[in-house]
């Protein structure tokens, strides 16, 4: 198994940090893909991040009301050492299909 670290990610419009609301996982707790996992506010506005990874909950950082800057840990998960690639990226067997345009001008 090996542990995966996630960032508070660049929440856009230069915004540097987020107050945790509140924790949406426990630790020890499995998580897929996609799956809300903790719900913070910005000065603009409030939303729920989704995680990145499916894997188990082995560490949280920061409790609610307390600030995240952009870039520090959020969360850390435990997933098999196979799947422990580079967060974000997708599976080969899950890549979309891309289709080829070609533009031709029949009338030459």
Do not use: C, Y
């Not at 609301?21 to 707790?29: F, K, N, R, S």
Request: charged share 30%; hydrophobic share 35%.
């Amino acid at each position: 198994m090996a542990e995966l670290s996630f960032p508070l990610p660049d929440l856009g419009e230069g915004l540097i940090e987020a107050t945790i609301l509140e924790w949406l996982v426990e630790v020890g707790e499995h998580v897929e893909r996609n799956q809300p996992l903790v719900e913070v506010e910005t000065t603009k506005s409030s939303l729920e991040l989704p995680s990145p990874q499916t894997g188990v909950v082995v560490r949280t950082h920061g409790a609610p009301g307390e600030t995240i800057e952009v870039g520090e840990t959020l969360v850390v998960f435990e997933v098999p050492d196979d799947t422990a690639g580079i967060i974000g990226t997708v599976p080969k067997d899950e890549k979309p299909k891309r289709r080829v345009r070609l533009n031709v001008d029949l009338d030459d």
